[in-house]
């Protein structure tokens, strides 16, 4: 053999063996189940998202983190940072347990008036702590309200030495502060979830709190605990409307855990809904804890959690657990008589699109999208605007036969997401199943958005009137589109691709 050769060849193996396994190492670390667009902490469990503020063209949020672990467990806020909503950075954890407890869910205000004296502009955080060590005594009083504020645009926070600024009347559940700015009096106002009403509590400091008044008792959803809720006002048409959020475990539209809201009037002092009518902002399985931002002036922007308490602890994820939804705007729509809130994925996420297909009038039967617009790889939107309210599903699959199905049943007036078949289900019994939601819209056409990632769709119906959302876990990430409307054309449909890096 030509010496010269060998030596040619030994170096060509060394530079290839390391290519090899670089391009393998890279394929191994795109774990299963990774959202594209979503955010998910690199490692360790997240569950609500909490203090979400928008200050100096950022968007923070931070969230309810166990770092250690990727079950639930000593809560501390992690956080993140976007500046389009749609691309997050994580920072590092922002708050951690304490004497007084672990750091459950709350909100985060800029101090514009500096009102409680820490500093022009300062960021301030209002949560619960919770002192396991009493609960476990059979304690009542376990949560408290505090605060810390941060100077330096979230990065690093500083507690209260008055700590807690909310003690406990004796309230087994008591917890998830999320306070605004009421203008017209000058003064925060805090709504805090106080096991199954809601209590209204005033500061003009944000340090000294005083009840003002209480809501909820016997009116909405209560077959399990209130949690997470949010006070804030919409205009309609020049008229201030208020919309109050609160967050039900469980019992929620589709089982577990649920957002309801109410519509109506606040005067800084109390809130009073115009009626009893119980209303979801999300009637999907897998949506819970959503609240909306603090500073963004009349833009209402809101995430929520993508879980359910009835399996979040178990979804088949290994070094981390759960997303949030994609970030959705608010805005308020009066059907009849009724206003309703209908929420849109943010318009920045038009950013992310890469490529677009478009079709128009797509004959009855069945549309092979992925045939004529290539296969799915990572996250996208479908938008699909029907001629009228006819049936249809829309069809994820992948190659070894699972699939998701999401549709309108015309008979039925309802829209579903059918996950029975969708790959890992049997962490938990009900965890396959087909989910409805009520059509709320009487327009004569249907239209559509899905925005659509590896674990997740998220339904936007009807100008955002009926939204759903859930999660799957395809055993291979799902490649094929297949949409089939029964006797109605379809006017448009669009597939865009999204990238968030
Ligand atoms: C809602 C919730 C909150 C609580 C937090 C604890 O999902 O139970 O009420 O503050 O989670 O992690």
Known sequence: MNPISFFQRMIMI??????????????AEREPHRPFIHFTPKKGWMNDPNGMVYYNGTYHLFFQHNPDSAVWGPMHWGHATSTDLVRWKEQP???????????????AVIDVHNTAGFGNNAMVAIYTNHNAAMKKEGFEKAETQSIAYSLDEGKTWTKYKGNPVLPNPGIRDFRDPKVMWYEPDQKWIMTLATLDHITFYSSPDLKNWKEESRF????????????CPDLFPLDYEGKKIWVLIVNLNRGGPNGGSATQYFVGDFDGVAFKSFDTQIRWLDYGPDEYAGITWSNTGDRKIWI????????????PTKNWRSATTIARELRLIKAGNQYMVASEPVK???KAVSKTFNAT???????????????????AKLDLSHTHTASFTITLSNDLGEQVVIGYDRDKNEYFIDRSKSGKVDFKKEFAGRYTAPRLANTP??????????ASVELFADGGLTTMTSIF??????????????????????LSQLKAE
């Not at 290519?19 to 890279?26: E, N």
């Not at 004529?372 to 790889?377: N, P």
């Not at 958005?449 to 590896?454: A, E, M, Q, S, W």
């Open 216 to 227: 909820g008792k016997g009116i909405g959803a209560h077959s399990g605990v209130w949690e």
């Open 445 to 454: 056409l249907i239209d559509l958005i899905l925005v659509i990632d590896n």
């Open 348 to 350: 920045t996420l038009e």
């Open 473 to 494: 876990f395809p055993n291979k990430d799902y490649t094929d589109i297949n949409i089939t409307t029964i006797n109605k054309n379809l006017k448009s449909i669009s």
């Open 93 to 107: 954890i922002a708050l951690y347990p304490d004497a007084l407890g672990t750091i459950f869910s709350g909100s």
């Open 304 to 315: 929520g959690w993508m879980s359910n308490w009835k399996y979040a602890n178990i979804v």
């Open 14 to 27: 060394l530079l290839f063996v390391p290519t090899v396994i670089t391009a393998q190492d890279d394929h």
């Open 361 to 379: 009038h797509i004959r009855p039967g069945n549309y092979n999208l992925s045939a004529k617009a290539g296969k799915l790889s990572g996250a």
